[in-house]
Structures are given as structure tokens and as C-alpha cells.
């Protein structure tokens, strides 16, 4: 559930984009689509949404979700104040430039990096796995914040709008799938151990 939510704006800010020059009509309020700026406001109110929903449903925030709604409201507002598109659609390459950063740091800072400590309490895997993980996060990181300026300078607005939305999936997708690979077998191993010692029992 906290997964999907995550998509929310993402895909929130694909539709709203897509309703530019449309007017709604509302007991006498009317309000005209602005193209990216009114996507804009719509996904930054879906982020604090997003957020305050997490929060209900787990009773905590994760430090990468906060930094996303930090990132969202800086980057959106100077959008919307500035009426400059650039700010929103450079957004995403230094988000994911910035954690980056702070995996491939925390790899030689204390004893475990990002990756274990995020995950270390839910799963038992070796050293140089949780290297191997935090090492693809990175690449991906690195990959996903250039793409979106290739996108962005490259290519239409209307263009870097549905590939924010659909390479947000593509590439979640085919991490959650290289990590799943990547621990599968460990997560066999450590059942095995399990039953060996519950018969020793």
C-alpha cells in the first residue's frame, strides 16, 4: 500500500498535465488548467497527502520520503513563483543525484551502509551482498538523475512529462526485480538454516 502511494503524484502530475487549457466550473469558482505549473501544485499537494497517508498508516516516516517532500516543496514552489518549468523537471536528477551520493558515502562511513541499515532489521544477508546491493541503488540513483535531463533538454515538455511517470515504474520495477535476485537465494539459505536448527531442536 505505502508502495503505491509513492506513485501518486507521479501519476497525478501526468493527468493534471494532461488537462492544460481545460476549465472546471464549481459553484461559481472557475479554474483553467495551466499546463506543468498546475500539474505542479497538484502533485506537491499529493506529496503532503502522500505523506501525512504514510505516516497514518505505519506511524513513521522514513528520512528518503521526508527529503522527497522537502525536494517537491522547494523545487515545485520556485516552479510555480517563478513560473519556470526547469526547477520542477530538475527535481528529480538532483533528488536522486543527492541519495546517491549518500548511499555511495555511507559505504565508507561506519560499520554499515544504507542499505543494511535500512533493511538490516528485516533481512540476514552477508557483507559483501549488502555492498552489492547499495552499489546497484547507486548506479541506479546515478543512471535515473541523468536520463531525466537527457529527457528534459532533449526532448519535448510534453515528452519528459509521460516519461517521468512511466520510467518512475519502468525503473522501480527492474530494481525491486535485480534485488530480488540478488537476495533470493540468501533468503533460501538462511530457511534452511532455520529448519536445520529447529530438527536439531
Avoid: C
Avoid at 555511495?104 to 552489492?132: A, C, Y
Wanted: hydrophobic residues 55%; positive net charge.
Amino acid at each position: 500500500m505505502k508502495q503505491i502511494a509513492e506513485f501518486v503524484p507521479i501519476a497525478l502530475f501526468f493527468i493534471v498535465y494532461q488537462l492544460d487549457g481545460q476549465t472546471i466550473s464549481l459553484a461559481g469558482w472557475h479554474y483553467e488548467f495551466d499546463g506543468i505549473f498546475s500539474a505542479t501544485a497538484a502533485m506537491m499537494l499529493a506529496t503532503v497527502l502522500q505523506v501525512i497517508f504514510v505516516y497514518a498508516l505505519t506511524r513513521k516516516l522514513e528520512k528518503r520520503l521526508l527529503w522527497l517532500l522537502l525536494a517537491v516543496m522547494v523545487f515545485g514552489g520556485a516552479t510555480l513563483i517563478f513560473r519556470n518549468q526547469m526547477f520542477i523537471q530538475w527535481k528529480p536528477s538532483i533528488f536522486n543525484w543527492a541519495l546517491a551520493l549518500a548511499f555511495g558515502i555511507s559505504q565508507f562511513v561506519g560499520d554499515k551502509n544504507l542499505m543494511e541499515r535500512t533493511l538490516g532489521s528485516q533481512l540476514h544477508l552477508p557483507k559483501v551482498i549488502w555492498t552489492r546491493l547499495n552499489l546497484i541503488w547507486v548506479t541506479n540513483f546515478l543512471i535515473v538523475g541523468t536520463l531525466n535531463l537527457v529527457v528534459a533538454y532533449g526532448y519535448s515538455e510534453e515528452t519528459w512529462v509521460s516519461y517521468k511517470l512511466y520510467s518512475a515504474i519502468g525503473f522501480t520495477l527492474l530494481l525491486t526485480i535485480l534485488t530480488a535476485l540478488i537476495i533470493s537465494p540468501h533468503l533460501k539459505d538462511d530457511a534452511a538454516k532455520k529448519r536445520v536448527l529447529q530438527q536439531d531442536d
